[in-house]
């Protein structure tokens, strides 16, 4: 978890760095948890069978639920004072299916000032514990950091 | 015709390009809830007290506590059911499954497509505004920009793209979204 007392301001950052990766395994319960917490209910998030007709190896995390997993992993980077201004854009490669783990991981790849922001552009991906390949991404999440003025 | 072309017919899909599908703005089932962003927060197991707090939102420039940017996909869904229409559960299949509601309603044109099935491929939102307590999500416009019939390992289809435009109840803009999924019907020999 993050330490919400701390603040990473704009001075600070170096292009290159990678921020703290985060894992999201993904049983069952998961997913249907999910589903009732963002009203997705489309079958292939919550029931195989459904997946499987369509051509899924099981079911498989919705969009919301992965572009959360990356919110949450940038938002315990930019800390309190950070802004999130953009996501994407960013290809859903393959399904992050059930009985697997996603690993979020991301990185800094430039950092600029443009009409009194600051900005931070973060390289995210989604990677599958099981085939450890890229599952969602590589993709950009802007974000702003204060300065230390 | 190379192994990777479409078979099907995109001619009616094709004719959607650049108009509207919405025939009025589409609101979502539910306004922004305490209750709903904790629900979310707790899946993902996200600490954050701008979410949660808002005493710190406050300090920090927001309203108040906000929802996390992505939860923008949960308040803009349509309600699965409302007083009025008659029951939806025509089968107790344990696979019959339902739309939401705007999905051939009269809010929305669905998309016409051969496909009858589908999965997200690529997205890109650009977040304007956060999403206070009790605030609207409103697809303002909703719009099919691409159509790219292609096969695929799982099927015969086409990746569609949409950009879609919400606003609060204010008619502020929310959010701008970009979305291209594949549309498809399965190969035969995937279940």
């Given amino acids: 978890m993050a330490e919400w007392t701390q603040q990473r301001y704009w001075e600070d950052v170096r292009e290159g760095e990678e921020i703290s990766e985060v894992l999201f395994p993904l049983p069952i319960q998961r997913m249907v948890m999910e589903a009732g917490a963002v009203y997705d209910f489309h079958a292939i998030h919550h029931n195989r069978d459904v997946a499987q007709t369509g051509g899924a190896r099981d079911m498989f995390a919705n969009t919301t639920f992965l572009v959360g997993m990356w919110e949450r992993a940038v938002r315990e980077w930019i800390g309190l004072g950070g802004g999130i201004r953009k996501v994407g854009p960013f290809p859903m490669r393959t399904f992050n299916t059930a009985g697997d783990t996603v690993i979020v991981r991301g990185k800094v790849v430039r950092k600029y000032q443009e009409d009194g922001n600051r900005f931070v552009e973060l390289e995210m991906q989604s990677v599958s514990k099981k085939t450890g390949g890229i599952t969602v991404g590589p993709g950009t999440f802007l974000v702003t950091l204060p300065s230390r003025g | ?191």
């Fill in chain 2, 1 to 191: 015709m190379t192994s990777s072309e479409s078979e099907l017919d995109w001619t009616e899909t094709r004719k959607w390009i650049g108009r509207n599908l919405l025939t009025r703005p589409r609101k979502g089932a539910d306004p922004v809830e305490r209750s709903t962003i904790r629900r979310q927060l707790e899946v993902l197991e996200m600490d954050c007290p701008l979410h949660y707090d808002d005493e710190v939102a406050k300090r920090y420039g927001y309203n108040g506590i906000f929802a996390p940017y992505h939860m923008l996909m949960a308040y803009f869904w349509p309600p699965w059911w409302k007083p009025g229409i008659p029951t939806r559960w025509t089968s107790d299949d344990p696979n019959f499954w339902l739309r939401p509601l705007s999905e051939g309603e009269e809010l929305k044109v669905p998309t016409p497509t051969p496909g009858t099935a589908g999965f997200v491929t690529d997205v890109e939102v650009e977040f304007l505004q956060p999403l206070y307590v009790g605030d609207r999500v409103i697809a303002a416009e909703d719009k099919l920009v691409d159509v790219n019939p292609r096969k695929t390992r799982v099927g015969d289809g086409a990746f569609l793209t949409h950009e879609v435009t919400y606003v609060n109840q204010r008619g502020e803009v929310i959010a701008r979204w970009r979305m291209t999924s594949y549309s498809y019907v399965p190969n035969p020999q995937q279940r």
